[in-house]
């Protein structure tokens, strides 16, 4: 009884928000078991269920402290990871999409890339590298013009001075 209950409540103080409750584990299902909103053929399902893995981990939840010690502990966690690109990409092919654009510099050969996306791509334009090593350069500059340092974490990201600075920073370079 209390697992149905931990289950099928959101709310439940078991469940950290990321998908443990049974709506959750639904989706999951949806994802991986249906195509074009109905439920795939057990032949098709037998060969997409190959494409995910089960992974156990513990996951940290939000700590506080409590007498000197970790209010609460890892919760065991359940993931069932995705490891062929192509899924996502018929989900959008699914929902006909009139364009998809990928740009790299390092997808070639463009064949096997579009195997593995499971998606064919009527127009495809592959060019040779064009760059002169003349026009490349490589630098870690590690402050801006006011001293500010480019730290790109998400606690400076936001930062008015940072920002600043990376603009002033690509202007400098630029010119």
Known sequence: DK??????????????????????????VRQVFYHNGQVMPVSDATIYANYYRVHLYYAEKARGKQFGRDASPAVLTVGYWCFNPGVAMENIEDVRARSIIVTSGTLSPLSSFAAELKISFPIQLENDHVIAKEQVLAAVISRGPSGHALNSSYRTRSSPAYISDLGQTIVNVAR
């Open 3 to 28: 697992a149905i209950t931990v289950l099928s409540d959101a709310d439940s103080s078991h469940s950290d928000g990321s998908g443990t409750t049974l709506e959750g584990f639904a989706a999951l």
